[in-house]
Nanobody, 129 residues
Framework: VQLQASGGGLVQSGDSLRLSCVVS????????IGWFRQVPGKVREEISC????????YYSESVKGRFTISRDNAKNTVYLQMNNLKREDTAVYYC???????????????????????WGKGTLVTVSS
């Protein structure tokens, strides 16, 4: 099982970016995928989650209304569209999954980083003012 996040970069405040998480080694259709971010010295933050159905998604208050999570099961890929980026969005972004989320449409309601069983390498997002 592998997850690979990409799409990070250096942008200005107010810009947009789309992160991609490509999953290999299992069929992503049946598992929830979560996005997290971490700033050095701070706890990893759960920012968004999408369950198998694509409905009942989760967003943290810090990104709600600006970020949108989606999935393309044909491509085994989950996206995080990030609009109106702010300096405080600067972080390394990770995607991850929990094998315990298999076929659970309600998984994201209890979404936390310590439940994740597989992590991808992060992608750096830097937002300048």
């Amino acid at each position: 099982v592998q997850l690979q996040a990409s799409g990070g970069g250096l942008v200005q405040s107010g810009d947009s970016l789309r992160l991609s998480c490509v999953v290999s080694g299992f069929t992503a259709d049946y598992y929830a995928i979560g996005w997290f971010r971490q700033v050095p010295g701070k706890v990893r933050e759960e920012i968004s989650c999408i369950p198998t159905s694509g409905a009942n998604t989760y967003y943290s208050e810090s990104v709600k209304g600006r970020f949108t999570i989606s999935r393309d099961n044909a491509k085994n890929t989950v996206y995080l569209q990030m609009n109106n980026l702010k300096r405080e969005d600067t972080a390394v972004y990770y995607c991850a999954t929990d094998v315990g989320s298999y076929n659970r449409a309600d998984y994201c309601s209890g979404f936390t980083y310590y439940r994740m069983t597989h992590w991808g390498k992060g992608t750096l997002v830097t937002v300048s003012s």
